[in-house]
């Protein structure tokens, strides 16, 4: 029986619920999963015939590290998704890559390390974020009057020497919330509602990632053409990963001119198998046929 390594972090063992439905149905498939830390030292990867990336959600403070174990580990068994994505998908400057080739994106302002403070002066709500994050880790919402908080926020993660992001509060997302369209093997599987999480009191799980509210969606026409586009562009953009992701999720939330991409999400995100039935089964048909 081949063994198949579903790669989570050591924290988010017991908090990932899409791994319980996900190694049933590779089970169900006759194959072995085998649940395991990306950064433990103990772990055998030859010993797979797979390795796929789930909830690796401690890797933003260490992501030069992660990176590093994707390449090492992409030498000794087939990791999913492959490594030249994590390293493309891991810094959210690939939003720039995608605007770049004409997709929609949340306006985006980014300051690097030794640039100057620079913060929007049109009296609206923004965010601010570091390119590296995942969860809303170091991630805030400012009310007109929070500048001064939002300037300390931008200086500190400057002088970290991380790359921040300053992006305009759509607050559309408010009443509508995000719409998240999750990918299998490259075909559409079913799509999710995330509301709003920029808000204040927002729980932090584990101390992984912000508390969200999420059930299903169905996306409209608009959404379903806008993921397309982003994905088609994966080849061009990311050399070395010829084929279609193993999964994708593509979270967009709505603006004034129509659906805009918030993130594309390709190393860890959360698929949510219990709010699209069968979903769980197509992603361990799919990964059945990599490792075939």
Known sequence: MKTVALVTAA??????????????????????????????????????????????????PRRDAFVAWAEAVGKEVRLFNPPPV??????KRYLADLAARGIPVVPTRWILPGQPVSLPEDGAPFVVKPAISAGAWDTARYAPGEEARAHHHVARLLAEGRT?????????????????LVYVDGAFSHAIR?????????????GLYAEERIEARVPTTRERALAERVLSLLPDLVPGAPEPPLYARVDLIPSECGPVLLELELTEPSLFHALGPGSAGRLARAIEGRVG
Do not use: C, H
């Open 11 to 60: 924290a988010a063992r017991d908090l990932d619920e899409d791994l319980a439905p996900l190694a049933s149905s590779l089970e169900g498939r006759g194959l072995e999963p085998a649940v395991v830390a990306w950064d433990d030292p103990r772990v055998a990867w030859g010993d797979f015939a797979g390795a796929v990336v789930r909830s690796t959600w401690d890797y933003a």
């Open 86 to 91: 994590l390293r493309w998908n891991t810094d």
């Open 164 to 180: 921040v992001m300053v992006q305009p509060y759509l607050g559309r997302v408010d009443t509508s919330g995000e719409t998240g």
């Open 194 to 206: 995330k509301g709003a999480i920029l808000r204040p009191g927002t729980r932090v799980v584990g």
